[in-house]
């Protein structure tokens, strides 16, 4: 088993101890749809990217695992490529308290795949090539969930994708930090990213 698949595991071992709570929460498993903005980093010729998709989650107190797929699909200017991505990430969240109104913090991991379908010309009768790219990256963020019934409730969240640390000034985009001096030595991290993703959803609670 990879590093990555060793995470996943360890996500979904944590949510499992976080279950035993989730009577008061009205359910430790819940789906729903959600809406996706991606955004490159700073200097990336595509601009904002809208994507559809779904997410589950798992864990009914302070801590739940995520996995959410999303999926867009377009054709080139020249009507020639048709490009297909879909970002697949699975993610902790810790809610630091549980209300109505419940904040929480994300990480995880991701998977990053687009697929390209090349055509003989505009009308995409003959296909010339097909070609499939995978990153694998970890990303960072924020949200909130409120809850509006006990079975129903909305989301939104904003997360950094593809971070690492080590990042150079001169070259990558590095990750605002809102309250540097709170962390020693954050400045050194030089912590980088290369995009970010603010998703709004819905969740059914079971």
Same mark, same amino acid.
């Given at each position: 088993?990879?590093?990555a698949?060793?995470?996943?595991?360890?996500?979904?071992v944590?949510?499992?101890?976080?279950?035993?709570?989730?009577?008061?929460?009205?359910?430790?498993?819940?789906?729903?749809?959600?809406?996706?903005?991606? =955004?490159?980093?700073?200097?990336?010729?595509?601009?904002?990217q809208?994507?559809?998709? #779904?997410v589950?989650?798992?864990?009914?107190?302070?801590l739940?695992?995520?996995?959410?797929?999303?999926?867009?699909?377009?054709?080139?200017?020249?009507?020639?490529?048709?490009?297909?991505? %879909?970002?697949?990430?699975?993610?902790?969240?810790l809610?630091?308290? =549980?209300?109505?109104?419940?904040?929480?913090?994300?990480?995880?991991?991701?998977?990053?795949?687009?697929?390209?379908?090349?055509?003989?010309?505009?009308?995409?009768?003959?296909?010339?090539?097909?070609?499939?790219? =995978?990153?694998?990256?970890?990303?960072?963020?924020?949200?909130?969930?409120?809850?509006?019934?006990?079975?129903?409730?909305? %989301?939104?969240?904003?997360? %950094?994708?593809?971070? =690492?640390?080590?990042?150079?000034?001169?070259?990558?985009?590095?990750?605002?930090?809102?309250?540097?001096?709170?962390?020693?030595?954050?400045?050194?991290?030089?912590?980088?990213?290369? #995009?970010?993703?603010?998703?709004?959803?819905?969740?059914?609670?079971?």
């Amino acid at each position: 088993m990879g590093r990555a698949g060793r995470i996943v595991v360890l996500l979904v071992v944590l949510a499992a101890g976080a279950a035993p709570v989730q009577a008061q929460d009205g359910g430790g498993f819940s789906i729903g749809p959600r809406i996706t903005f991606i =955004r490159g980093s700073e200097g990336s010729p595509e601009g904002t990217q809208r994507f559809n998709g #779904g997410v589950v989650r798992l864990g009914g107190g302070k801590l739940a695992v995520e996995v959410a797929v999303d999926y867009r699909s377009g054709l080139s200017g020249d009507l020639t490529e048709r490009i297909s991505d %879909y970002p697949v990430q699975a993610s902790l969240l810790l809610f630091p308290i =549980r209300a109505r109104l419940s904040p929480y913090l994300l990480g995880g991991v991701g998977w990053y795949n687009q697929h390209v379908t090349r055509f003989l010309g505009p009308t995409g009768e003959t296909v010339i090539e097909d070609e499939t790219t =995978r990153k694998m990256g970890y990303h960072a963020g924020f949200g909130a969930e409120l809850r509006l019934h006990r079975r129903f409730g909305l %989301y939104g969240d904003y997360r %950094y994708t593809m971070i =690492r640390f080590g990042g150079e000034p001169e070259t990558d985009t590095l990750v605002p930090s809102p309250i540097p001096g709170w962390i020693p030595g954050a400045e050194r991290l030089r912590l980088a990213h290369e #995009g970010s993703m603010f998703t709004w959803g819905a969740t059914f609670h079971f």
